[in-house]
């Protein structure tokens, strides 16, 4: 089954049980502030879950579009080293809104998976997992539907911490959350990997393919937890996750969708091996970038742009090493539209806008990634622990425009790991600075401007993963 029929199976199946097909939301979340980027089917529903809304119907479906690569959800530094991780995906997802709650939801999700009506997929390749204490999941999977005790895990909180923990889903740090039930696939002994709850769960060969969430109560900042208007229900299933499992594959980049992507990739950089982590990188990250700024987003220094734009410099620095000579990422645009343009039509609308600004990104970026990479080599050089100091990580990012995650990816490489705190030593000692000149521009002539040249504007603290991002100055 094809990528592209995956998802109208998986909007039909749901709308011949009652749901309304949604559209996919803009990756901009609108008016929530919490947010960095749209990062699940549920986010344009925050307001139907929480009461505050009402849709004119009570079950939805939806395939949305998302980017996990900053915030609560954030897995950048995945992406190109597991099978399973990218910045941008396709999530399909089923709600209810007050309508039916565990015993339906898990219902639904059996019956689509293995009825060979639907997917057809074999019984004894599913696990699921149940939160800790959630009685009524579990005894729903065992008894009802028939999943043998051996193949269903009980997850608890991590660390002690209350509903920390993988089957306890939450947004962000506020507003809807639950307990959660989750589907895995196991792609068989051939890849390394334990089941969910074990030693080696991080490993490749139980893929978490859906993800069951038993909507029930709302997060506020204080971190007090309150009772929704009605129990709901939010699931998301990996569009590419679940097109592998299909498509007899066990990454995502084998499916049919990334083979051409990577095959583009390849040919735009002369021909290089499509089999490797640069390529997989440079594949996954067009497909951000270009959804980006259809959806509005430019880049800066700050906020969603900073996003935005160091997403787009890990695929220059990647390209660079596979050689590329020239701007190469806008070329992708086109084979990328050429995919994905009949069901995202705002694509195919923005792609001279798309092509343009990516272009003018790696021109801009590629005056200093040289320098830059040339800077770090000979610092390797003559490293003598493991560990890159501070002052380079620094002046990589200060005068090079590399963000600190495109050195450590760098690092990660060679085995190598930064010195962040010397880094960020670094960057205060930068901030002091600036204070001090704008202070003494502000004494000196407080008509002067010092805008353009010296302004410092400070951290951008966007992130609420506890990493602090600075905001490049240029
Ligand atoms: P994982 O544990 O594999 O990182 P997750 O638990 O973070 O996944 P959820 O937040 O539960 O993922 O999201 C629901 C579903 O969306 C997942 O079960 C998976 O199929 C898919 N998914 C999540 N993150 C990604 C990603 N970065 N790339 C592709 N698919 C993803
Ligand atoms: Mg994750
Ligand atoms: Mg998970
Ligand atoms: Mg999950």
Known sequence: MKTAELRS??????????????????????????????????????????????????RAVSSQRCVRAGGKHNDLENVGYTARHHTFFEMLGNFSFGDYFKR????????FLTDPQWLGLTAEKLWVTVYQTDEDAYR????????????IVRIGDEDGVPYKSDNFWS????????????VFYDHGPDVAGGPPGSEDEDGDRYIEIWNIVFMQFNRTADGVMHDLPSPSVDTGMGLERIAAVLQGVHSNYEIDLFQSLLKSVSEALGGVDPEQASVRVIADHIRSCSFLIADGVMPSNEGRGFVLRRITRRAARHGNKLGATGTFFHKLVQPLEALMGEAYPELTKARPQIEKILKQEEEQFAR????????????????SGSEIPG???????????????LTNDIARERGLTLDLEGYEKAMEAQRERARAASKFGMDYNAGLSLEGETEFTGYGNFED???????LVE
């Open 9 to 58: 199976a998986f909007l039909e199946y749901f709308r011949q049980n009652g749901h309304t097909i949604v559209p996919s939301s803009s990756l901009v979340p609108a008016d929530d502030p919490t947010l960095l980027f749209t990062n699940a089917g549920m986010n344009q529903f925050k307001d139907a879950f929480l009461g505050r809304e009402d849709r004119g119907y009570t």
């Open 391 to 405: 002052e380079t990580v620094f002046t990589l990012y200060d005068t090079y425009g590399f963000p600190v995650d």
């Open 171 to 182: 947004m962000g740090d506020t507003g809807p959350c639950g307990p959660c039930s989750e």
């Open 465 to 471: 993963d506890g990493e602090v991002r600075a905001v």
């Open 104 to 111: 339906k939801a898990i219902n639904f999700a059996w019956t």
């Open 368 to 383: 200093t990634l040289e320098k830059g990479l040339r800077l770090l080599e000979d610092d390797i050089a003559q490293l």
């Open 140 to 151: 729903i999977w065992n008894e009802e539907i028939g999943v043998p005790a051996e193949r």
